[in-house]
């Protein structure tokens, strides 16, 4: 293996030297940094690509902050992401923040200082500290899923009220007339743009919106499963839930099967997000897509764009959801006609 002092010689300059150029360490004269990467070129020697980076003012890496990537739809999202990054020669550093703004922050920090060339980012709550940090550092930033509306960057986000409008109107449209709805975190936007969908099918059916059917879970399965076994026990009984995402809406359907509850015969079950596994539960579920394939190639494309034009205004993308109808939904028995 080629050495540094095997790059010195070459170059002929000191090791210290050498190494301030790879570390970028020290202050070096442009001509003496051209020598030692021309010769770290010729040595092929093993940072060779970094060398290459030094004197593009590049790294090709992004960053990629999420919250949960236990969380198929983030491993979905991060799969669609770095399968995009890839096609355009850029390697990706995810960092996982356990919604943790501390944590977020720490991540942020780091990526910063490894000159990633860009940062895709999901908030881990509703404060933009760490965009600001970011926007400080003049990093390109592309954020997604959340909704921040005070901070000015490039955003890829969805229409979560119409997705939470799609999924109750379609409970109205069998006839269901009280809809239970499993929510997430108060300070996650995509379960506020939902919830304001799911009152306005409500209102336009001609009925009331009840804040004791609105149960905050966590958007986790288990929290689906504790709040289901809640909502089985309200009199009168809900026909129908919205869980406002797929693995709460899993775990309605186990809580479900254990009560003897049958779906969708006794109780009608809609998700949010379109997970892989939803094809495959049982019964197999009806929910909201989001276009995970389009929400990576965007976000790839704005934030390429950013890199190259720093002082553009910012974009931002805002996707339709899809109903997606399975058999966790089906009529009721006397089905209401919906305005």
């Known amino acids: 293996m080629v050495t540094i002092r095997e790059v010195a010689e070459s170059a002929g300059v000191s090791y210290a030297t050498v190494s301030h150029v790879i570390n970028n360490t020290r202050l070096v004269s442009p001509e003496t940094r051209e020598r030692v990467l021309a010769a770290m070129d010729a040595l092929n020697y093993r940072p060779n690509a970094l060398a290459r980076s030094l004197r593009q003012g590049k790294t090709n890496t992004l960053g990629l902050v999420l919250p949960d990537s236990a969380n198929p739809f983030f491993a979905e999202i991060s799969r669609s992401i770095e399968d995009e990054a890839f096609k355009r020669g850029y390697s990706v550093f995810l960092c996982n923040t356990e919604r943790d703004t501390q944590r977020e922050l720490f991540y942020v920090d780091v990526l910063s200082n490894r000159q990633v060339d860009g940062i895709i980012f999901v908030a881990a709550g509703d404060q933009a500290d760490s965009l600001d940090f970011l926007l400080h550092r003049n990093m390109p930033v592309v954020m997604i899923d959340r909704n921040l509306s005070d901070v000015e960057v490039d955003a890829v986000l969805t229409d979560n009220q119409l997705g939470g409008y799609l999924a109750t109107r379609h409970l109205l449209e069998l006839g269901h007339t009280r ?156 089905e209401v006609e919906v305005p």
């Not at 879970?217 to 406002?244: C, E, N, V």
């Not at 002082?311 to 805002?318: C, D, E, K």
């Open 179 to 334: 809809i239970a709805c499993i929510a997430g975190p108060s300070s996650i936007t995509p379960s506020a743009e939902r919830i304001i969908g799911y009152r306005k099918a409500l209102e336009e059916a001609g009925i009331s919106y009840e804040e004791t059917l609105v149960l905050r879970g966590d958007y986790h399965a288990q929290s689906g499963m504790d709040i289901t076994k809640s909502i089985l026990s309200l009199h009168p009984r809900p026909t129908a839930i919205f869980a406002l995402n797929d693995l709460m809406a899993l775990g309605a359907l186990r809580a479900a099967a254990e009560a003897g509850c049958s779906v969708p015969e006794d109780l009608a079950v809609v998700g949010y997000d379109d997970l892989e596994i939803a094809h495959f539960t049982n019964p197999p579920l009806t929910t909201i897509a989001q276009p995970k394939k389009a929400i990576g190639v965007q976000a790839i494309n704005l934030l390429v764009g950013r890199m190259s034009q720093k002082n553009r205004p910012p974009s931002r993308i805002i996707l339709p959801p899809e109903l997606i109808v399975r058999r966790s939904t089906q009529p009721q028995a006397s």
